[in-house]
T-cell receptor, first 115, second 119 residues
Framework: AQSVAQPEDQVNVAEGNPLTVKCTYS??????LFWYVQYPNRGLQFLLK??????LVKGSYGFEAEFNKSQTSFHLKKPSALVSDSALYFC?????????????FGKGTRLHILP | GAVVSQHPSWVICKSGTSVKIECRSL??????MFWYRQFPKQSLMLMAT?????????EQGVEKDKFLINHASLTLSTLTVTSAHPEDSSFYIC???????????????FGPGTRLTVL
């Protein structure tokens, strides 16, 4: 069965500093990996995805993520954090080789950007 | 393009009543739709996978008689919470998978969510 782990419940970063939100995954086949952001009382906003190709994926709002197959990781990064980046971030995985092809989410990491 | 809508965006109901939530893919066809549930400050938990014209597949621990899912067309799936109780209060998010995806990717798009409060 596929799974996603986000080891940090909360990450605090000073504005202007680089940020990293960690994610590791487990699938039997080749993973499709995603990052979503959720603001209070709102739905999910898609940030970026990895399907195949270049391991470094660039997404919305200056975010990027690096796929590392050997470490089964897909950490979200941004070179310079903004206060407006404060939100709840979800890593997700889809295993299309699985008969039950579905997107499974990590528990989420709350990002606090300190002014 | 690729917009998924949900209606209503929020609903308050009395305990014991039933509530129906609609999920529509506005500009694409979705053979498969998914229903997720999110408790406050928690992750999205997949409840069920809805396939057009067939019975939904429920995740372990989800009561299929309580959460009725109907996927009657390629653009509409409904979730009915029957005999709602306060513990059913939650944020329900649907997702629709594009049936005709580019390069076979069959992308999946998420609705804005429906907040259900049961008094």
């Amino acid at each position: 069965a596929q799974s996603v782990a986000q080891p940090e419940d909360q990450v605090n970063v000073a504005e202007g500093n680089p940020l990293t939100v960690k994610c590791t995954y487990s699938v039997s086949g080749n993973p499709y990996l995603f990052w979503y952001v959720q603001y209070p009382n709102r739905g999910l906003q898609f940030l970026l995805k990895y399907i195949t190709g270049d391991n470094l994926v660039k997404g919305s709002y200056g975010f990027e993520a690096e796929f590392n197959k050997s470490q089964t990781s897909f950490h979200l990064k941004k070179p310079s954090a903004l206060v407006s980046d404060s939100a709840l971030y979800f890593c997700a995985v889809r295993d299309i080789t699985n008969r039950d092809d579905k997107i499974i989410f990590g528990k989420g990491t709350r990002l606090h950007i300190l002014p | 393009g690729a917009v998924v809508s949900q209606h209503p965006s929020w609903v308050i109901c009395k305990s014991g009543t039933s509530v129906k939530i609609e999920c529509r893919s506005l500009d694409f066809q979705a053979t498969t739709m998914f229903w997720y549930r999110q408790f406050p400050k928690q992750s999205l938990m997949l409840m069920a996978t809805s396939n057009e014209g067939s019975k939904a597949t429920y995740e372990q621990g989800v009561e299929k008689d309580k959460f009725l899912i109907n996927h009657a067309s390629l653009t509409l799936s409904t979730l009915t919470v029957t005999s709602a109780h306060p513990e059913d209060s939650s944020f329900y998010i649907c997702s629709a998978r594009d049936s005709v995806g580019l390069a076979g990717l069959n992308e999946q798009f998420f609705g804005p969510g429906t907040r259900l409060t049961v008094l």
